[in-house]
């Protein structure tokens, strides 16, 4: 009992850490937060920031590392008898907005929000991170895919890869919108076109 409410906090440090990266570099440009001023944001110390990030391209894109960890987890516990593409899908619904309440989720974000968004992902470094995040969310994904079909080689690194794919457009797609839409729509509509085999829109 004590083990998991400490592994709880912990991952509610982490994700309250992330986000006020996100937030902060969003309201201030990215350049102009410093990792004091996240860990002051998420009411930690600088210490504890150090423990869990390296820098605050590293906080911001923890978002994606987390997401892709609790999707793998969902994947695994869904029901054996469940098709894989209806168990990758709620996996997915079920988790892909995880620390991201009050932007993001199930609304559309206002303009002042996604020209921060806009503005902070054009970073170098936090290009980097994030390249490094979906590579990792891909090796989650394919070894969960690999445990609950047991195959192994090109078919669960393929189904990452496709679902990773449809992530990337989702979020390219959510900040350029005009007029914004929500990620849970966008998210719904890319699932339902691949499960039907990405036939060509009338």
Known sequence: ????????????????????????????????????DIADEAGVSLRTFRNYF??????????????????AEELRARPAEEPLWVAIRAAIEKHFALGEEGHGGQRPPDDKWLAGIRLM?????????????YARAGEELAAAVADRTGTSGLYPRLVAEVIG??????????????PPRSIADLLASALDQIEAGLPVPE
């Open 1 to 36: 009992m004590a083990e998991g409410l400490r592994e709880r906090k912990k991952q509610e440090t982490r994700i309250a850490l992330s986000w006020a990266a996100v937030r902060l570099a969003v309201e201030r440009g990215y350049g102009n937060v410093r990792i004091e």
């Open 165 to 178: 794919a449809a992530r990337a457009v989702v979020m390219a797609e959510w900040m350029r919108a005009d």
């Open 54 to 71: 390296d820098s605050k391209a590293d906080a911001i894109a923890a978002r994606e590392v987390d997401r892709s960890l609790r999707i």
């Open 121 to 133: 992902m054009t970073e170098p470094a936090l290009q980097g991170a994030v390249v490094r995040a």
